[in-house]
């Protein structure tokens, strides 16, 4: 079997031997890789999904020509993104992720990216507002071109 390390590590390895104690007969063979997986191999895996982003993974395997060919909608759903990125980190699954809110784990080696292609999901995005019908204050327009300059500073 390949398999990126840190789903060996973290979730294969630790539940190894009950898998040789349930089949002694059989001998599992475990390499590491960070090769690329192939995008019709995702429907082996358990996607996991946000209640807040329901859609995109949706959207990605339709960017990426196998929607027909893989259910998005199946796997497990997360009230949050963070929860699926916990869930992705110990194992449980494949998580759509914004880069940006991983970046450090995927630094740390904690998350891995199986394909290197991304969407960028333009306006479906995160946004900064403010309540209608008031002025923005100066301290909030500071803020918001600290939050904005903070951003430009993203690979």
Same mark, same amino acid.
């Given at each position: 079997m390949r398999?990126? !390390?840190t +789903?060996?590590m973290?979730?294969?390895i630790? $539940?190894? =031997?009950? +898998?040789?104690?349930?089949h002694?007969?059989?001998?599992?063979?475990?390499?590491?890789?960070?090769?690329e /997986? @192939? +995008?019709? @191999?995702?429907r082996?895996? !358990?996607?996991?999904?946000?209640i807040? $982003?329901? @859609?995109d993974?949706g959207y990605?395997?339709? %960017?990426n020509g *196998?929607?027909?060919? /893989?259910?998005? %909608?199946a796997?497990m759903t997360? #009230?949050s993104s963070?929860?699926? &990125?916990?869930a992705?980190?110990?194992? #449980?699954?494949?998580a759509?992720?914004?880069?940006?809110? *991983?970046e @450090?784990?995927? $630094?740390?080696?904690k998350l *891995?990216?199986p +394909?290197?292609?991304?969407?960028d999901?333009? =306006? &479906?995005?995160y946004?900064?507002l !403010?309540? %209608?019908?008031?002025?923005?204050?100066?301290s909030?327009k500071?803020?918001r071109t600290w939050?904005?300059a903070?951003?430009?500073l #993203?690979?």
């Open positions: 398999s990126y !390390t +789903f060996a973290r979730w294969l630790p $539940r190894l =031997s009950g +898998f040789h104690q349930a002694p007969d059989i001998e599992v063979l475990l390499t590491a890789s960070l090769d /997986v @192939d +995008f019709r @191999d995702l082996h895996f !358990t996607l996991l999904h946000s807040a $982003r329901p @859609d993974w990605w395997l339709d %960017a *196998v929607a027909q060919q /893989v259910d998005s %909608a796997g997360y #009230q963070a929860m699926a &990125y916990a992705a980190i110990e194992g #449980q699954g494949l759509m992720a914004q880069l940006f809110l *991983v @450090d784990d995927l $630094r740390d080696g *891995v990216m +394909f290197k292609k991304t969407l999901m333009g =306006s &479906y995005t946004y900064l !403010t309540p %209608a019908g008031r002025p923005e204050s100066a909030m500071q803020f939050m904005l903070q951003f430009a #993203q690979p």
